[in-house]
């Protein structure tokens, strides 16, 4: 075989060899961070393409207890008091479900789950301290994984990075952290912000202001208490019937009250009647 035969010959196997995808085609987490999640770097798009919309779930509370409510709710444009949430932030819309209550107001693990995240954002974040938990699907019964992240806590939880934790737990005291000093003025606004994501697996970024499933997306925190379908487009779709969610709470004495299976909770113990409050 001469030189001009040789050449010919590598050409052809050059042309017809399998081309195989590699890392370097997939965007990194950096770039999935900044399109889809980043609160203030984010397209709008890129946030609908990720579930940040409207999805018409309605809270139905227990009748025979008293439990914190939410006032303001996932991918809503008003704060509980009803004034307009900054643009600066996730183009203007909650990324998740306000809940009030009183400083010090004990927060509880809604499921079984295991800490993934700790963190503090800096003064120009808009979560202070935070904590997340994965739920597996051995967890909850359902067949996604979820991310639920805890926000505005009052002081970083004593719980570790892997530490494993049950429903009812508590996790955290409701907390001001991150609301001082703008919209509610010097003496901030004591209350937890619930954010749910979901994933068909278990791979997450955490990163040190982001953090994503990065398969998943985000979702209506009432969506994990009403159960599957979870993610926002399927929700939106549902019948305006099948979007009343009423949930299984645990009293301040420690009980579970269900409503269907009890493997989730309203992250606030509710009290009873006859039951003493202080």
């Not at 926000?151 to 429903?167: C, D, N, S, W, Y």
């Not at 209350?191 to 998943?216: A, M, Q």
């Not at 985000?218 to 979870?230: Q, S």
């Amino acid at each position: 075989m001469n030189r001009e035969q040789l050449l010919v010959l590598v050409l052809v196997l050059i042309l017809t060899a399998p081309v195989f995808a590699d890392d370097s085609d997939q965007p990194s987490n950096r770039e999935i961070a900044q399109k889809y999640f980043h609160p203030m770097r984010a397209s709008s798009s890129g946030l609908r393409e990720r579930g940040l919309e409207e999805t018409g779930l309605v809270a139905v509370y227990p009748k025979d207890a008293a439990c914190p409510q939410a006032n303001s709710f996932f991918a809503d444009r008003k704060r509980g008091d009803g004034s307009t949430r900054s643009p600066r932030f996730n183009h203007g819309m909650h990324a998740g479900l306000d809940i009030p209550a009183p400083e010090g107001t004990p927060i509880l693990a809604i499921a079984d789950g295991v800490v993934v995240a700790k963190k503090e954002e800096t003064p120009d974040g808009i979560g202070g301290i935070g904590i997340i938990l994965q739920h597996a699907p051995a967890d909850t019964g359902y067949s996604a994984w979820l991310y639920t992240r805890y926000k505005h806590l009052k002081e970083m939880p004593a719980l570790e990075i892997g530490e494993r934790v049950k429903l009812g737990r508590k996790i955290a005291d409701t907390g001001v952290s991150g609301t001082a000093g703008r919209h509610y003025g010097s003496g901030g606004h004591s209350h937890l912000h619930l954010d749910l994501f979901v994933s068909p697996d278990d791979k997450y970024f955490s990163g040190e202001v982001v953090f994503f499933p990065i398969n998943g997306q985000m979702a209506d925190p009432l969506a994990i208490f009403r159960g599957e379908p979870m993610d926002t487009a399927s929700v939106r779709k549902l019948p305006d019937d099948r979007k009343k969610v009423a949930f299984s709470y645990m009293t301040e004495s420690g009980k579970i009250v269900n409503s269907g299976e009890a493997r989730v909770i309203w992250p606030y113990a509710c009290k009873t009647a006859g039951a003493s409050g202080s």
